[in-house]
């Protein structure tokens, strides 16, 4: 069978994620984005979708476990933040990061030169689909041992940071008490076809432009503009 990725390149990965592949070819499918097969017809596995899939449901269910066993005074609501913070677009990414998956990603030429926005979305669900491809590999209890060395321990910060809370409300709560004004909301761009849009979004105190933020919808764009508002201001309390 025909590798795609330099196996030196695996091995580093498999090093860094303490995690060695019996099946090797399942780590290469957990990186191989769909527009790759457009370009590689003589891949000998399909892409990546059904192994997000499989990880999206494994990773919820560890880090349910993990925040249940770890916060045993917190109640259904607070958990239920704590995961979404957790488990998001964001968080999932930078675990991505950090691991180096970006040098393991396959690609077409197009999704290569992509945007910031959108490499973030691709790795973020490669990261799922590593987990179903540990899952499938070696079993619930290693899938859940490598959501625990590299994402689980990003809950401290969160909660320093109150990154759990929604960053809408929390900046609308901060900029009332700071300065009395309530934010509002205004579309800066639209970018690409009605399908598959992003959104540039600037969020306002009075006429000042305090921060922007993008997404596949207003809301996601809305969101990550009161999340760069709030560092903006330096309103995040310790």
């Not at 025909?2 to 303490?18: L, M, Y």
């Not at 769909?34 to 990773?59: I, K, M, Q």
């Not at 959501?147 to 910060?157: D, M, V």
Request: proline share 3%; charged share 25%.
């Amino acid at each position: 069978m025909t590798f795609h990725i330099n196996p030196d390149v695996c091995d580093t990965f498999e090093k860094r994620a303490g995690v060695a592949f019996s099946d090797k070819m399942l780590l290469q499918q957990a990186f191989t984005h769909r527009s790759y097969l457009n370009e590689h017809v003589d891949l000998p596995h399909t892409h990546n979708e059904r192994l997000e899939f499989l990880g999206d449901a494994v990773l919820e269910l560890s880090v349910t476990d993990f925040l249940y066993k770890n916060y045993p005074q917190k109640m259904e609501g607070d958990l239920t933040a704590y995961r979404a913070a957790l488990v998001n677009t964001i968080s999932i990414s930078n675990a991505a990061k950090d691991l180096q998956m970006d040098e393991c990603l396959l690609l077409s030429r197009g999704e290569a030169r992509g945007t910031e926005k959108a490499r973030q979305y691709i790795l973020a669900n490669t990261f799922e689909a590593v987990i179903g491809a540990i899952y499938l590999d070696q079993g619930y209890t290693a899938a859940d041992a490598f959501i625990n060395r590299h994402l689980t321990p990003h809950i401290s910060e969160i909660i320093k940071k109150r990154l759990w809370q929604d960053a809408k409300s929390y900046f609308q709560e901060r900029a009332q008490d700071e300065v009395g004004i309530t934010p509002s909301y205004s579309v800066l761009e639209e970018v690409g076809p009605d399908h598959d849009k992003e959104f540039t979004v600037g969020v306002y105190l009075g006429n000042e432009l305090v921060a922007k933020g993008t997404g596949r919808s207003k809301q996601d764009a809305e969101q990550e503009a009161a999340n760069k508002g709030l560092d903006a201001k330096a309103w995040r309390k310790e």
